[in-house]
């Protein structure tokens, strides 16, 4: 489906046109409809689907349209980090280009005073559109420096991070904050249990639209050393001093790890980047500008950088463990082999990981390639197969919520911009 084949207003069309926009993935195609039509939705799928503009396109469709408080907050974004939550900022800005009365402002932790002051003043105002991370966000209001009262739309993005980083009782306490009759949209790229009871608290019989992972590009090579956790760092200096790496991300899921890996490639010369919950917000800019810029060509990173950060030139993603789920698997190793380039991605595979690792092989329909561990550092665990239990699968509702106006733009020709 193409994006003029939506009921999206012109004015959101314009800004597509111009991105060069023209179809809408799967997420979007499946989502855009229900969300004009104001119905609750519950959508899974994980990064990289496009689900972004999923909900932003039609959100700022209607605000557009009107009939929405004038100085009054009437879309609140929920992201679990402030890397997605200036992502969604920055795509809110593109979408938005040609909408002349729809504000917004990003609301996120790790800044100076003057960031904070600035935040307040656009609370106040009534901002349209809020992004926020939860804490910041709860910040504010018990500083009395948000009015949420009129509220129309609350989007949770990555709902499954936002409940494993503890965000729970605070996505609760500031959805008490807003009219119960408000249209809610959450993403979440799994669906646990906890999420669905989530789901329950927060949705009015929703739409359910599931998006099924997937697989990553045929063109990113992967490959596994099954190791034992202590072979893990003279496996790095073996790949750093016999090949010629360059632009590489190399991801743990523990901060400590972080630091420990980067702290071995200074010891043996590498330049190198790395990004993790414990530094400032202004440390994690700059880390992530000197790596896009070119000034440091590897990335020590815990999966905050996996999911939402875009990165177009990575040659190689290093898994220092496995990740506990093959979305993250897919996430991680999805930084690599974008815009028409080649990738490779590396995962180091202990002991305790083998379960974890052969899911994502089942999943991916192959085996990956085990290379031989660097002479000099011993043997490794042998690699078993282990089977895969059967996940439960989840099943659609339909919403009975009211229908929201909608605005034919079927056949519409749009004239080429100069």
């Known amino acids: ?66 009939g929405f408080p ?14 997605l939550a200036q992502q969604i900022d920055q795509a809110m800005q593109g979408f938005a280009y040609y909408l002349d009365d729809v504000s917004s402002v990003a609301v996120y932790g790790g800044n100076d005073g003057n960031r904070y002051d600035q935040e307040t003043r656009s ?5 349209d559109v809020v992004i926020a991370t939860p804490g910041r966000l709860l910040s504010h209001l018990r500083m009395g420096n948000v009015d949420m009262s009129k509220v129309s739309f609350f989007v949770l993005d990555e709902a499954d991070r936002m409940l494993d980083m503890g965000f729970s009782d605070d996505i609760m306490q500031i959805a008490s904050y807003m009219p119960k009759d408000r249209q809610t949209i959450m993403f979440s790229a799994t669906m646990p249990d906890k999420i669905q009871q989530m789901a329950a608290q927060l949705l009015n019989n929703p739409v359910m639209v599931k998006i099924a992972v997937s697989k990553p590009a045929e063109k990113i090579k992967q490959s596994a050393f099954v190791c034992y956790d202590q072979q893990k760092l003279a496996i790095i200096r073996h790949l750093f001093k016999t090949g010629n790496l ?21 010891r043996i010369n590498i330049k190198c980047g790395m990004m993790h919950s414990d530094l400032s917000q202004a440390e994690r800019d700059e880390e992530m500008f000197k790596f896009k810029s070119g000034q ?59 379960p974890l690792f052969n899911q994502i092989e089942k999943f991916l329909g192959k085996v990956i390639e085990k290379q031989p ?8 665990p ?20 009211p229908h929201a106006k909608r605005h034919n733009n079927r056949g519409r020709h749009k004239p080429k911009k100069e």
């Open 296 to 354: 440091t060509n590897i990335l020590v990173a815990t999966d905050i950088v996996a999911r939402g950060i875009d990165i177009d030139d990575i040659q190689l993603v290093i898994n220092y463990d496995v990740p506990h789920d093959v979305e993250d698997y897919v996430h991680r190793i999805g930084r690599t082999a974008r815009a028409d380039r080649d990738g490779a991605a590396i995962t180091f595979v202990n002991e305790r990981d083998i």
């Open 373 to 380: 561990l660097p002479e000099g550092i011993g043997e490794g």
């Open 123 to 127: 609370l106040r105002m009534g901002a």
């Open 382 to 401: 042998e690699y078993k197969l282990i089977e895969k239990r059967r996940s439960k699968g989840v099943g659609r509702k339909k919403s009975n919520r």
């Open 1 to 66: 489906m193409k994006f003029e084949d939506t009921y999206l207003n012109d004015n959101i069309l314009d800004a597509l046109y111009d991105m060069k926009f023209e179809d809408c993935t799967p997420i979007q195609e499946q989502c855009i409809p229900h969300i004009l039509d104001y119905h609750d939705l519950m959508g899974i799928a994980q990064t990289g689907t496009g689900k972004t503009a999923a909900y932003l396109l039609p959100i700022l469709s209607m605000l557009d349209d009107g």
């Open 246 to 266: 360059n632009r590489v991300i190399i991801f743990s899921g523990k901060k400590d790890k972080v630091k420990e890996i980067g702290r071995e490639l200074k």
């Open 70 to 83: 004038k100085d009054a907050i009437n879309c609140v974004i929920m992201s679990p980090t402030r890397e």
